[in-house]
């Protein structure tokens, strides 16, 4: 059991499950704002010997060395590697601090967005139509970069609705191909796609001037991924030159403030991932990882 267990900000754990935090803490602390800085996180954070937070604050080695009572930090959002984590994972392992992150939460909704999006683009619902008369998804041309849970969920749905798909990802990946899914380097999906989905891990930016080059013109390139797999001022000068279209649904995957006012990008502005199902899915995993930590670690549990 821990000592004191805080949530240093809003965690988005369902009611049931903030409850059940108090079977395994004596103390449970939550903020519900998020501090404005690292002397906030270690006021927060104190004494503590277990902490919970969500992606919009970072605890850093200069928050480990002043709070060293931390044991445990629970990551309420996704951990894909130590190099894209909101969290110091190299100094917390040199430490002997556990720190577990969560993935595969709100990948549901992230489909529904991209199916609705694309859906407005082909029949022209509420925005310029992509064509000069409206197009069906049965065989258009889509082309997804990164295989990971999200990305091949993208492409399974947009298979069923008889889109001609393939992708492109570091590893190749059969159980796609045997569904006729096909593989492609990434220079020859960007020139053969018609709508591109860039579906990748935070801070992985693969669109350049030259990729942008190769992606050509008459195009819809999505971003579901959480940051933007783009330079920004290469994305401007791609819409800037041609009849080309951008889609987001965050502010964060468009890369920069100022493309959001830009014509031919169209985001939502909202995560799509954020679901009453997947604040569901992320307490379910959360409280996992709480519970893992303190039977590892030989810890009752009342």
């Known amino acids: 059991m821990f000592e004191k267990l805080v949530a240093i900000e809003p965690v988005s754990l369902v009611e049931e499950a903030e409850k059940e935090l108090f079977r395994y803490a004596k ?28 992606y919009t604050s970072r605890i850093s080695q200069f928050v480990f060395e002043r709070c060293p009572g931390i044991k445990y930090v629970g990551m309420c959002c996704s951990l894909y ?16 601090i556990t720190v577990l992150g969560i993935r595969d939460y709100g990948d549901v909704g992230v489909v529904e967005y991209a199916i609705c999006e694309l859906v407005r683009f082909l029949h022209g619902y509420d925005r310029p139509m992509w064509k000069d008369m409206p197009v069906e998804i049965t065989g258009l041309k889509v082309g997804i970069v990164g295989m990971g849970v999200s990305g091949g969920m993208v492409a399974n749905a947009l298979k069923f609705l008889g889109a001609d798909v393939s992708y492109y990802s570091r590893s190749r990946k059969p159980q796609y191909e045997e569904k006729g899914i096909g593989y492609r380097p990434f220079e020859e999906l960007l020139e053969s796609s018609e709508v591109v ?12 001037e030259e990729e942008f080059r190769r992606l050509g013109n008459g195009k819809i390139l999505f971003n579901t ?29 468009a890369g920069a403030g100022e493309l959001l006012e830009h014509p031919k990008v169209f985001c939502v502005n909202a995560s799509a991932g954020r679901t009453k199902q997947a604040f569901g ?22």
């Open 81 to 96: 590697s130590k190099e894209s984590a909101n969290v110091d994972i190299a100094y917390a392992e040199q430490h002997g």
């Open 27 to 54: 103390q449970v602390v939550m903020y519900e704002d998020i501090p404005r800085d690292d002397e906030e996180i270690i006021r927060r954070i104190g004494d503590a010997d277990g902490v919970l937070l969500s």
């Open 225 to 253: 991924s959480i940051g933007p797999a783009f330079e920004p001022e290469d994305l401007k000068n791609w819409l800037d030159a041609g009849d080309n279209r951008f889609a987001c649904d965050t502010a964060g995957a």
């Open 281 to 302: 899915l992320l307490s379910e995993k959360v409280l996992d990882n709480i519970r893992r930590f303190l039977e590892n670690g030989k810890v009752s549990i009342v």
């Open 197 to 208: 989905f860039t579906c990748l891990n935070k801070n992985v930016i693969l669109l350049h």
